[in-house]
């Protein structure tokens, strides 16, 4: 997540099994800046709307919004924020839902202005 796309997709199928599932997403910082100004790689916007950042501190500063199909129930949402000792933190969201009919259940996350599949 270099912050050159706003949507970011992962293929997570292979990893999906029936029933619960846990999907967690790592937030981290670029330790070291990159050597030289060149080594920079060029960014082109890919929407015409600007981003807006709504808070710099870490959390959950806006109501979730959960859209879910008729075969999946949702029983309850937990977050946790996890500080790590050598730096920086990630902010843990665990959705436990039922599927009533088997299939493929697919999420997206919108965090910071990006979009996560």
Known sequence: CDGSQNVYKKD???Y???GRNRF???FLEEDEDLLFDE???ELCSLSD?????????LGVWQVPYLQFIRNVRLERVATEQIWH???GC????DLYYQTFV???VSASVKFDGMTYH
């Not at 709307?49 to 501190?57: A, I, L, V, W």
């Not at 990630?90 to 969201?93: I, L, M």
Request: cysteine-free; hydrophobic content about 25%.
């Open 12 to 14: 997570i199928r292979p």
């Open 16 to 18: 999906m099994q029936m």
């Open 24 to 26: 967690e997403i790592l």
């Open 39 to 41: 080594d920079k790689p």
């Open 49 to 57: 709307h600007e981003y807006r950042k709504s808070d710099d501190r």
């Open 85 to 87: 000792h050598g730096g």
């Open 90 to 93: 990630e902010f843990k969201v």
């Open 102 to 104: 088997p299939g493929l």
